[in-house]
């Protein structure tokens, strides 16, 4: 997946472009917490595909101790595996399409929340994921979740990410990898998101991961609808009316920067607009009366303009 470049993917209010792996607000090592994300995903895969090999070193496995289920999880009280799941992935192919997705869409959001904030939304959204396929699968039986079935991956977080910025960017023009078909955000979350709950609804093999999905979409939905609840962590601190008044010129930092550039542009646009009704003026005076008939301020005025259009 790729997005073509828009005003609103070149760098942001939080930061510059910064180094690391795409644009985004960036800390003092220079990197944003997409990549940050990134890094810590493929070297926890790395660690898997070490540790998992080996007897001896089960204890060390992250997949071991770190996967979703409802039985150890809640059951049995392990509830850091909320969080560790997110950063778990199955194969070499569902890490790689989903850190894809992070980082291409990442930035979108990271930029729109600051550093805090989209970290916040990030994890909360795979929290998200995770409650939600416990609650699917308790209202409907272990067809969607069963208690020991394990749960891994970003998916939940990354759902809640694209469910975000087809709240925010609906018709920023995107492309799938496979197939390379072009389509709004709006649609392609549409899209993602239908697959996944038909998936729910049929029952399909990964019914549990496709309900985290929705958990984490439905919750990334309801964050960027109400990002006030995002304020604890430093992000926009406005209601739900407030943040879409100023998101339409521009909320937050964002919104006053573009603001003070409107107010400057009208300034500039009023200035010139005053001084060339002078100069007319002026020329108008000249040809009725005379260059002798000028002031020394006219004369001034009308040296000024033709050295500035020489």
């Known amino acids: 997946m790729a997005f073509e470049t828009r005003d609103y993917a070149s760098p942001g209010p939080f930061g510059g472009a910064g180094r690391g792996f795409g644009p985004g607000s960036t800390g003092p090592s220079g990197w944003t917490i997409t990549t940050w ?14 540790f998992g090999g080996s007897a001896r070193a089960d204890g060390a496995d992250p997949l071991r101790w ?8 809640i059951w049995g009280l392990e509830v850091w595996r909320f969080l560790t799941y997110q950063f778990l992935h199955a194969d070499f192919f569902h890490i790689l399409f989903n850190m894809i997705g992070l980082y291409f869409f990442g930035p979108l959001l990271e930029r729109e929340l600051g550093r805090r904030a989209f970290l ?5 959204c795979g929290v998200s994921g995770a409650v939600i396929a416990t609650v699917l699968g308790t209202l409907f039986g272990p067809t969607i979740m069963h208690p020991d079935a394990p749960l891994v991956g970003a998916s939940g977080a990354l759902f809640g990410i694209l469910a975000a910025a087809a709240v925010r960017f609906p018709h920023l023009r995107v492309q799938l990898l496979i197939p390379p078909i072009p389509m709004s955000m709006r649609t392609m979350a549409l899209v993602f998101l239908g697959i996944a709950a038909l998936s729910v609804l049929v029952g399909s093999r990964n019914a549990g991961g496709e309900a985290a999905h929705l958990g984490g979409a439905l919750l990334g939905f309801v964050l960027m609808k109400r990002p006030g609840l995002l304020a604890p962590f430093g992000g926009p601190a406005l209601g739900a009316a407030g943040y879409g008044a100023a998101k339409r010129s521009g909320g937050g930092i964002e919104g006053i920067k573009g603001r003070l550039a409107d107010f400057k542009r009208n300034r500039a646009r009023k200035a010139a607009a005053e001084h060339a009704a002078e100069v007319d003026r002026i020329l108008a005076k000249v040809s009725d009366s005379g260059i002798q008939s000028l002031t020394e301020g006219e004369k001034k005025t009308l040296a000024e303009d033709t050295k500035r259009k020489r």
């Not at 810590?40 to 595909?49: C, D, E, Q, R």
């Not at 770190?66 to 999880?73: E, T």
């Open 66 to 73: 770190g996967y979703f289920s409802v039985n150890k999880a």
């Open 120 to 124: 916040a939304f990030y994890l909360l």
């Open 37 to 50: 994300l990134i890094v810590i995903n493929a070297a926890v895969f790395l660690l898997a595909g070490i």
